[in-house]
């Protein structure tokens, strides 16, 4: 069977498979293919995003994750709300007029306490969009976030696969429940971010056709995907990574299906492959995420082992990714890019 990539939109769930599993015969016209999509939305921008990762705190167990409440061996810590608003200070003296706050499912941030934050983000930086990206929470707490001026969520459903979700996941955690929060989040007016990682323990090609099926229903306007990386402190210490070579073909195929959505070139990916980040760029990605956080606390929110760039200073880090997106062909924006509909 031959795959006209020109018809993609068309694929059934077959030929979505042979694509994914790698017809060799096609791979550069994929990606050329890909990057002239991107560029046709969004012309040669990578748009930048402050990341502050504010605790690595998590109630939940998943079995993939370095910072599961089940890791004894974790350093733990919470930034206070006075470090959080020094990090956006920095960031946007910096030019980004994007922060994303990103954490585990912690506990100790109460509704209260996230609505104080991101309404004292608000009030200081009127221009910038905020993003959170803190789990699963109930709809009125979404709804109250985004009163208090957040406009965008982050959060990766991981695999739309219900029988693999529940291999990833202990028992108390649904996909059910996972969807649901995406839906909630769309229907109360924040641009949506989902995704999933590559490679996962138990991952088949018909897993990867449901979450693009999937993402076809949720319609989201960000979508970030990684490769899996093993964690030391896991039940999946011992698994073997995702491909970089698969992640990066799974951005291109993103790319082509929804041409309109943000799709970052992620930390994962660059940690995977020495230029990860840069083929991820060519490969339809136009997002990256220079990190904010106090550096540190960067070491102790590993998600995975060999995390990159938990050393830098954030001057540092954006100097270091402005120069490598040069290097792929693309131009770094600090403007708060929102999704090209």
Do not use: W
């Not at 955690?173 to 109360?188: A, P, Q, T, W």
């Not at 323990?201 to 897993?207: A, F, K, M, S, V």
């Not at 790319?255 to 490969?283: D, H, K, M, N």
């Not at 990190?291 to 001057?315: S, W």
């Amino acid at each position: 069977m031959e795959l006209d990539i020109s018809r993609i939109k068309e694929f059934n769930d077959d030929e979505l498979k042979q694509l994914i599993e790698y017809d060799e015969s096609i791979n550069q016209d994929l990606i050329k293919v890909a990057d002239a999509v991107r560029r046709e939305y969004y012309g040669d921008k990578v748009y930048l995003r402050g990341l502050i990762e504010f605790t690595n705190y998590c109630k939940n167990d998943c079995y993939y994750c370095g910072i599961r409440c089940g890791n004894r061996k974790a350093n733990r810590y919470r930034l206070s709300k006075e470090e959080i608003l020094m990090a956006c200070k920095e960031g946007y003296e910096l030019g980004y007029r994007t922060f994303v706050l990103q954490g585990g499912e912690d506990g100790y941030y109460t509704d209260e306490i996230i609505c104080d934050i991101v309404s004292s983000i608000r009030s200081k930086y009127e221009d910038c969009a905020i993003t959170l990206s803190i789990g699963e929470r109930s709809k009125s707490s979404y709804k109250a976030y985004f009163d208090a001026g957040a406009n965008r969520y982050l959060l990766r459903h991981e695999t739309a696969d219900k029988a693999h979700y529940e291999k990833l996941h202990p028992d108390v955690m649904s996909l059910d429940n996972r969807k649901r929060c995406l839906y909630d989040l769309k229907e109360i007016g924040y641009q949506v971010g989902s995704g999933f990682m590559v490679g996962s323990p138990y991952q088949t090609t018909e897993c990867l056709v449901e979450d693009i099926r999937f993402l076809q229903d949720l319609e989201p306007d960000m979508i970030g995907i990684g490769p899996f990386i093993s964690h030391k402190d896991t039940p999946f210490k011992d698994c073997e990574n995702g491909s970089a070579r698969l992640t990066l073909r799974m951005i291109s195929i993103l790319r082509l299906l929804f041409p309109y959505v943000l799709l970052p070139s992620t930390t994962a990916l660059g940690t995977i492959s020495p230029t990860g980040r840069e083929l991820g760029l060519q490969a339809g990605a136009n997002v990256v995420m220079p990190n904010l956080t106090p550096v540190r606390y960067r070491q102790q929110y590993e998600l995975y082992d060999n995390k990159i760039c938990t050393g830098e200073e954030a001057a540092e880090c954006r100097g270091c990714l402005e120069k490598r997106i040069e290097a792929a062909g693309y131009r770094a924006v600090t403007d708060r890019g929102d999704v090209a509909r």
